[in-house]
């Protein structure tokens, strides 16, 4: 199914510890958005490096980038989010609500 195929590429890219600072980072700037060379900086790797990791990303639909000038800023894609983790609760524990409430409770 092509709903299962793309949540298998969302959670590799995100299974790696550079890219998953990353997308929390692209998370907490919200829809301002952050440059490639902030978002190396925060990382603290060279901008090659945080370009590759940001690619991985993009290509899972979890990031996207707009020019700006001379910047490339990134965004998260809140709404391949709120997909995959939909996708992931879906038919939460056959119907057993009472498992899934308190996971539901304390996402912020």
């Not at 709903?3 to 949540?7: D, G, T, V």
């Given at each position: 199914?092509p709903?299962?195929?793309?949540?298998v590429?969302?959670?590799?890219?995100l299974?790696?510890?550079?890219?998953?600072?990353?997308?929390?980072?692209?998370?907490?700037?919200?829809a301002?958005?952050?440059?490639?060379?902030?978002l190396?900086?925060?990382?603290?790797?060279?901008?090659?490096t945080?370009?590759?990791?940001l690619l991985v990303?993009?290509?899972?639909?979890?990031?996207?980038?707009?020019?700006?000038?001379?910047?490339?800023?990134?965004?998260?894609?809140?709404?391949?989010?709120?997909?995959?983790?939909g996708?992931?609760?879906?038919?939460?524990?056959?119907?057993h609500?009472d498992i899934?409430?308190?996971l539901?409770?304390?996402?912020?």
């Open positions: 199914p709903q299962l195929e793309l949540s590429r969302q959670l590799s890219a299974a790696h510890e550079g890219r998953l600072t990353l997308m929390k980072r692209l998370i907490q700037a919200g301002e958005g952050e440059s490639a060379g902030d190396a900086r925060f990382a603290g790797v060279n901008p090659p945080v370009s590759a990791r990303l993009t290509n899972a639909g979890l990031a996207y980038s707009r020019r700006d000038g001379r910047q490339i800023i990134y965004y998260a894609g809140y709404d391949a989010m709120r997909l995959l983790l996708f992931l609760l879906q038919d939460c524990c056959c119907g609500r899934c409430e308190p539901l409770r304390a996402s912020p």
